[in-house]
């Protein structure tokens, strides 16, 4: 797997969970807390927030603020701003900008729709786009909802899905976390 052409040539970033994770050169994903630390946005020049959450965003003067209700369950249609927030992320990019992508923890939402533009904008499979933002961002775990949409999401950038859903004593899963689920689940 090959980090994406706008990332950090060889080698990976540095992980963080509790503050920013830096996914690419101009895409950084986090939770709410700190998406809300000035200090943070600031020293790490982010020009673009895009809160992908059903509460309303704390915003700064000088940071261009997106909205993207949707709630962090199954059912929810969050594959509706696929295209519009990965076109968003790039324009942004274009100018030199930074975006951050964040919802309550920066595990589910932020990270489905960062793995949709890593698919779009730099041409990853899903399981590239899923590997190299988890080797950023440790917990990222998309719902099984999430999961279908990339999935179908995929399957329309470049016809073919490099991930699939599997049934599992938990439900249906990404075949990448069957390994995971059944490790779970006593003999």
């Avoid at 261009?64 to 927030?85: E, G, K, N, S």
Wanted: net charge negative.
């Amino acid at each position: 797997m090959t980090a994406p052409p706008c990332a950090f040539p060889g080698h990976f970033p540095k992980p963080s969970v509790s503050g920013l994770s830096q996914v690419t050169r101009s895409l950084y994903i986090s939770s709410r807390a700190a998406a809300n630390n000035r200090l943070l946005l600031s020293s790490n020049r982010i020009t673009s927030v895009i809160s992908v959450s059903e509460e309303v965003a704390d915003t700064h003067e000088d940071i261009q603020y997106l909205q993207v209700p949707v709630a962090d369950a199954p059912m929810a249609q969050l594959c509706d701003f696929f295209d519009p927030i990965a076109d968003h992320i790039h324009s942004v990019e274009m100018t030199q900008g930074r975006t951050l992508l964040h919802c309550s923890a920066g595990v589910s939402r932020s990270a489905t729709l960062c793995l949709a533009y890593l698919m779009k904008y730099q041409g990853m499979s899903l399981l590239d786009a899923h590997t190299w933002t988890k080797s950023c961002r440790p917990i990222i775990h998309p719902n099984s909802g999430f999961w279908e949409q990339l999935i179908r999401y995929e399957f329309q950038l470049f016809g073919k899905c490099t991930v699939h859903m599997v049934s599992s004593p938990l439900g249906m899963v990404p075949d990448i976390y069957e390994k995971e689920v059944r490790s779970m689940i006593p003999l």
